[in-house]
Nanobody
Framework: QVQLVESGGGLVQAGGSLRLSCAASGRALSSYVMGWFRQIPGKEREFVGSIEWSGGSTDYADSVKGRFTISRDNAKDTLYLQMNSLKPEDTAVYYC????????????WGQGTQVTVSS
């Protein structure tokens, strides 16, 4: 079992930056792949990026590549999403999630945090 709690959302102007955090708890976190997703009301949840907790290998959606960076702090068991050069179309509820490397789906999810980018 993994418990995830996101924080750091808010309102920011276009071109600005925001850093989201995801506090994780549970056993063997180093064996998980951690993901960030976002969802706009009425639309499907969208993959933003992921990181392997142990090795740090990352993957990003094309829409955020070069603007967003995922990192983790092993000592704090915390995942981060640094978002730069934000655009109004980045407005969404952002979720962190966790899965085992051999799974395609993410069974563990946080409650989400709202990010609003004004133009």
């Amino acid at each position: 079992q993994v418990q995830l709690v996101e924080s750091g959302g808010g309102l920011v102007q276009a071109g600005g930056s925001l850093r989201l955090s995801c506090a994780a708890s549970g056993r063997a976190l180093s064996s998980y792949v951690m993901g960030w997703f976002r969802q706009i009301p009425g639309k499907e949840r969208e993959f933003v990026g992921s990181i392997e907790w142990s090795g740090g290998s990352t993957d990003y959606a094309d829409s955020v590549k070069g603007r967003f960076t995922i990192s983790r702090d092993n000592a704090k068991d915390t995942l981060y999403l640094q978002m730069n050069s934000l655009k109004p179309e980045d407005t969404a509820v952002y979720y962190c999630a966790a899965r085992r490397p051999w799974l395609m789906n993410y069974p563990y999810w946080g409650q989400g945090t709202q990010v609003t980018v004004s133009s």
